[in-house]
């Protein structure tokens, strides 16, 4: 399959259980290491996305996911199985690219998105801790 957008290709894909993180580089030189976590709530499959836009399911206690295994899709993709179970999300070096490159936004949203919904997560209250020593001083 040769690239037809100007999406940088993927040359190597490396999985840190011990820090739950998954580690991607591109040809482009740009490497990322993205959380478990973070790759497992925002699987493109039909349990997080929803069957149409509105369904989408808030991903929570996904604090310690890690991945057990990787499994190729052709030329193109992965399918990552998450410790959770979830294991139908297809992962193309496109979204990979995408989910690196817009990490910290995507990231930012998502712990909006929980604390709106009333969902602690171990960052949030770190943010919490930081904001009240801060207005401390």
């Given at each position: 399959m040769t690239n037809t957008s100007n999406t940088p290709q993927l040359t190597a894909l490396t999985l840190h259980q011990a820090s739950r993180k998954l580690e991607i580089t591109f040809d482009s030189g740009e490497t990322f290491l993205l959380s478990c976590e973070y790759l497992r709530v925002y699987s493109?499959?039909?349990d997080v996305t929803g069957h149409a836009p509105g369904?989408?399911?808030l991903q929570v206690g996904?604090?310690?996911v890690n991945i057990t295994d990787i499994t190729p899709v052709g030329n193109y993709a992965v399918k990552l199985h998450f410790?959770?179970?979830h294991d139908t999300g297809i992962y193309t070096w496109v979204r990979l690219y995408e989910l690196g490159k817009h990490q910290?936004?995507?990231w930012t949203d998502y712990l909006r998105r929980l604390m709106r919904a009333g969902h602690p997560h171990p960052e949030l209250e770190q943010k919490k801790s930081q904001s009240q020593?801060?207005?401390l001083h």
């Amino acid at each position: 399959m040769t690239n037809t957008s100007n999406t940088p290709q993927l040359t190597a894909l490396t999985l840190h259980q011990a820090s739950r993180k998954l580690e991607i580089t591109f040809d482009s030189g740009e490497t990322f290491l993205l959380s478990c976590e973070y790759l497992r709530v925002y699987s493109q499959s039909a349990d997080v996305t929803g069957h149409a836009p509105g369904q989408e399911v808030l991903q929570v206690g996904k604090e310690s996911v890690n991945i057990t295994d990787i499994t190729p899709v052709g030329n193109y993709a992965v399918k990552l199985h998450f410790d959770d179970g979830h294991d139908t999300g297809i992962y193309t070096w496109v979204r990979l690219y995408e989910l690196g490159k817009h990490q910290a936004d995507n990231w930012t949203d998502y712990l909006r998105r929980l604390m709106r919904a009333g969902h602690p997560h171990p960052e949030l209250e770190q943010k919490k801790s930081q904001s009240q020593i801060t207005q401390l001083h």
